[in-house]
């Protein structure tokens, strides 16, 4: 079935430096790769999204990368700030196209 | 403009007790979806439904019932709860670009 490993799991950065963070995939048709952030004691919200038709998609500070020949997709963050920390999701659809799967998750640090 | 609700946000449950997690979305939306988290697991799908009458099971369902008899209401059931059901639940709604919006969170201990 689908699965997605997502790397680092835990990074931690000073304000102002660059973050990523890198999913892989295997067995997926999926066309349709988002990120998610949560905040402590919060639900998982969208930050961006990139579709298969895309290579990149940029939204201020954050940009989203995707190869699909390789199968990954990653994450940019530039000019972190302190307001960046959280943990950030990857995400893909499942075969059905039904439902997202989850990356386990990655704890972004930025110490200012 | 609630979005999506879950309730309670915090339970403890004893061995073998039974209880129901509450998801309400008012947006009026099909896709509703439950997944549970675990330190370092990250989300994984347990139940998800694509409208009113149609449920479908997920990753990890074992343990778990859902129902959806309403648009608006798809509530998770914990039957004979174990210590491994001991997780923070989500309740999420896709709305049409393909966005899921998520509840608050319902944190449960079962001891």
């Known amino acids: 079935g689908e699965n997605v490993e997502q790397h680092p799991s835990t990074l931690s950065v000073q304000e102002g430096d660059s973050a990523v963070i890198k999913c892989t995939y295997s067995?997926?048709?999926?066309?349709?790769f988002p990120w998610y952030k949560q905040e402590l004691g919060k639900g998982p919200q969208l930050i961006i999204d990139?579709?298969?038709?895309?290579g990149e998609k940029k939204d201020q500070r954050i940009a989203v990368t995707l190869n699909k020949t390789a199968k990954h997709f990653s994450l940019h963050i530039t000019e972190t700030q302190p307001e960046d920390s959280a943990v950030y999701f990857c995400?893909?659809?499942?075969?059905?196209?039904?439902?997202?799967?989850f990356g386990k998750g990655t704890t972004l640090s930025v110490s200012s | 403009n609630a979005g999506v609700t879950q309730t309670p946000k915090f339970r403890i449950l004893k061995i073998g007790q039974s209880m129901t997690l509450q998801c309400t979305q008012d947006?009026?939306?099909?896709?509703m979806y439950w997944y549970r988290q675990d330190p370092g697991m990250g989300l994984k799908l347990i139940y998800y439904s694509v409208g009113a009458g149609i449920t479908d099971k997920g990753e990890v369902p074992n343990g778990y019932n859902v129902s959806r008899s309403t648009t608006e209401d798809f509530p998770l059931r914990l039957e004979l709860a174990a210590p491994s059901q001991t997780s923070v639940y989500f309740c999420?709604?896709?709305?049409?670009?393909?966005?899921?919006?998520f509840g608050e969170g319902s944190r449960l201990t079962v001891l």
């Open positions: 995400a893909l659809l499942n075969q059905a196209g039904t439902a997202l799967i």
């Open positions: 067995d997926s048709a999926s066309n349709y």
């Open positions: 947006m009026n939306h099909n896709y």
């Open positions: 990139i579709r298969s038709n895309v």
């Open positions: 999420a709604a896709e709305m049409r670009t393909g966005e899921l919006f």
